[in-house]
């Protein structure tokens, strides 16, 4: 069981956008702004491409979006590209152990 | 470019020791917090501890508390993990992780550690 709560699987057709959620607490995801997200595909490493709720790392396309509302944060890709099939994992600073909890991961099929 | 990678897994029988080693190069390796983090076969990602860039603090998860040790060697550029008292529940492949305010920017290939007899 993840300490944060994600949808399992989203799909979309190129072009379209996609949005998963990210479900935690008051004690990760709602009391900090330290949300994070990371995109693996498979075999490979994870790769962050969200930090702090809504910024890009450089090199990550500005297709990349990061939102929070309360306990709940949300990852937005618009413009679907073959490429962006992959898992993606959401993380959180907590303030009791784990002090870093991820989310189980959302595999994104692209149609 | 940022490079991290990570040697020493391998099979173990349970109750079993491995020192996982993680070699850093191109950044400033004693600035950072670094962290581990395992990913079990067919699973999502579980941090399991991080240390301080000089090395003076260290956390874990309370599932390995007592058993696995966080280190660091500035001087060589690596970080450390003495993996003791293994279980089939610590399979998983381990990757390090550099840590700057609470996100993991760069990560190893990972290496895999097989716990079984």
């Known amino acids: 069981q993840s300490a944060l709560s994600q949808p399992a699987s989203v799909s979309g057709s190129p072009g379209q956008s996609i949005t998963i959620s990210c479900t935690g607490t008051?004690?990760?995801?709602?009391?900090?702004?330290?949300v994070s997200w990371y995109q693996q595909h498979p075999g490979e490493a994870p790769r962050l491409m969200i930090y702090?709720?809504?910024k890009r790392p450089s090199g990550v396309s500005n297709r990349f979006s990061g939102s929070k509302s309360g306990n709940t944060a949300s990852l937005t890709i618009s413009g679907l590209q073959t490429e962006d099939e992959a898992v993606y994992y959401c993380g959180s600073k907590r303030n009791t152990n784990p002090f870093r909890v991820f989310g189980g991961g959302t595999k994104l099929t692209v149609l | 470019e940022v490079q991290l990678v990570e040697s020493g897994g391998g099979l173990v029988q349970p109750g079993g020791s491995l020192r996982l080693s993680c070699v850093a190069s191109g950044f400033n390796f004693n600035t950072y917090w670094m962290s581990w983090v395992r990913q079990a076969p067919g699973k999502g990602l579980e941090w399991v501890a991080n240390?301080?860039?000089?090395?003076?603090?260290?956390y874990y998860v309370d599932s390995v508390k007592g058993r696995f040790t966080i280190s660091r060697d500035n001087t060589k550029n690596s970080l450390y993990l003495q993996l003791n008292s293994l279980r089939a529940e610590d399979t998983a492949v381990y990757y390090c992780?550099?840590?700057?305010?609470?996100?993991?920017?760069?990560w190893g290939q990972g290496d895999l550690v097989t716990v079984s007899s």
């Open positions: 702090e709720v809504t």
């Open positions: 008051s004690s990760d995801v709602g009391g900090y702004d330290f």
């Open positions: 240390i301080k860039h000089d090395g003076s603090a260290t």
């Open positions: 992780a550099t840590e700057e305010w609470n996100r993991f920017d760069f």
